[in-house]
């Protein structure tokens, strides 16, 4: 497929980066800094500002699919929004946060008093584009939850998918690797089972 990726340096942007490539998708790596981009095959460039709409549109019309990688306080969801539908581009998915996951029934990470205060405008951030995003018909969209601890790791393959609930494993750990998150990713990507759904990986 003729993906474009915007944030295809960032953290999580360059192992998804890696992940469709090494899938032989042919990706558009829609960054502010084009000579960080990895050259290699099926890699194209492009220097995209996230805050402009009809310049970021034009970037991405043509592609099968849109993902979106960049920190939500940096960028306004709105304006993504705005100029995914503009592209014509149908297929929109989004790196989400962990925070507006569920602890418990009604209960948010992010409204725990255990959440870092340093994450807490990210993380609500994140979770209003969440909400955005279900108000939305006219994009097929979904939305990818970490586990609440994500790091460079291992891509083992192996892991648990959830809906909007926190996944924690056998020790009461809630983690996944970058690059088991960049998997669980492109599998939706090429397989879509979440489609208008917020859906959640970890081990």
């Keep these: 497929m003729k993906i474009a990726l915007i944030g295809a340096t960032g953290f999580i942007g360059s192992r998804l980066l890696a992940e469709l490539t090494s899938r032989g998708h042919q990706v558009t790596a829609i960054v502010r800094n084009p000579e960080k981009v990895p050259q290699g095959a099926g890699v194209a460039a492009k220097k995209g500002d996230v805050y402009d709409k009809d310049g970021l549109a034009a970037l991405l019309a043509g592609h099968d699919a849109v993902i979106s990688s960049v920190h939500y306080t940096a960028s306004d969801p709105a304006v993504l929004l705005a100029a995914v539908k503009q592209s014509g581009v149908k297929r929109y998915?989004?790196?989400?946060?962990?925070?507006?996951?569920?602890?418990?029934?009604?209960?948010?990470?992010?409204?725990?008093?255990?959440?870092?205060?340093?994450?807490?405008?990210?993380?609500?951030?994140?979770?209003?584009?969440?909400?955005?995003?279900?108000?939305?018909?006219?994009?097929?969209?979904?939305?990818?939850?970490?586990?609440?601890?994500?790091?460079?790791?291992?891509?083992?393959?192996?892991?648990?998918?959830?809906?909007?609930?926190?996944?924690?494993?056998?020790?009461?750990?809630?983690?996944v690797s970058a690059e088991d998150y960049a998997i669980a990713l492109v599998d939706e990507l090429e397989k879509p089972a979440h489609s208008r759904q917020r859906f959640t990986v970890g081990y």
């Design 93 to 175: 998915l989004v790196v989400g946060g962990a925070g507006s996951l569920e602890v418990a029934p009604g209960v948010k990470l992010f409204d725990t008093k255990e959440f870092p205060a340093i994450y807490l405008d990210e993380a609500r951030k994140g979770g209003a584009f969440l909400d955005l995003l279900k108000g939305e018909s006219g994009l097929d969209w979904t939305f990818l939850s970490p586990s609440a601890l994500i790091e460079p790791g291992e891509r083992t393959g192996t892991f648990r998918l959830g809906k909007d609930q926190l996944l924690v494993d056998g020790n009461g750990q809630s983690r």
